[in-house]
Structure formats: C-alpha cells, structure tokens
C-alpha cells in the first residue's frame, strides 16, 4: 500500500514535469499542538512510534489533520491499524494530542514519534537550457 501511495504521487508530480526524490523521514511529537508545514511535499503515513508509558495506558488520543486527509485514534490503535494508518497529507499538517485531561495547550505529553515516506519534488535540470 505505501509502495502505491508513493508511485501515484511520483505519478502526479510526473504529469506537472517535475522528478521526485522518496525518502523516509520522522516527526517527534513533543507537544500537545504541532502545526508543520509541508510545502509541496507529500507526506505518507506509515507508523508510529508510541511512547511505553502511553501504548501500555493507551492514554493519549492523536489527530491529525491536512487538507487531503485526516485520522484520530490513539496512540496504541495507530500502532495496530497496520497498513490501514497509511494516510496522505499535502500542504500542512496539524498534530494535536490530547491527554487524559483532554486537550489543553500548557498540557506535558510523552514524546513519541510518526513515521512517514516523504515525496519531494525536483526540478529536472536535465531539461532546462543551460548556457
């Protein structure tokens, strides 16, 4: 599935007459609201890596939120979706954790990390005139 993902992205940057870089790449969510923004880069999900305390507890709740995409669970049912957890999100990516209290901005969470596969776009030199 995330071999797919990746391809139709490749796909679509193709048809705009750009290369693609993929590379794997982490986001450590240490706060209660992150706010990232992806630029043109697709970001695919493929995992997390929850913190012992909270995947034993299955405390915190995660949601994440972009314009193509969206998915709330906590932390313990993202690690078991398998292949299910892979989401695309474009342009920006909000982060907001909750803990047991609910959401409240001041409010200390565990770290813990999302996995993602990341599509870049390039320009391809090759086609452009140099002199």
Known sequence: M???LAYIEQQRFE??????VVTPTSIVVSS????????NDSYIL??????APNLVADLNEVCLISPTDSLQATEQEIATLGTTTNRMFR??????????N????DDKITPYRLD????TPIINHSSTNRK
Not at 15 to 20: D, E, F, I, P
Not at 32 to 39: E, R
Not at 102 to 105: K, L, N, V
Not at 116 to 119: D, P, S, T
């Open 2 to 4: 995330i071999s797919r």
């Open 15 to 20: 048809r705009m007459g750009l290369k693609t």
């Open 32 to 39: 209660p609201l992150q706010i990232m923004q992806l630029m």
């Open 46 to 51: 493929t995992g997390i890596r929850a913190s």
């Open 91 to 100: 342009n920006y990516l909000i982060i907001k954790t909750t803990g047991p």
């Open 102 to 105: 609910a959401y409240g901005e």
């Open 116 to 119: 993602f596969i990341r599509v």
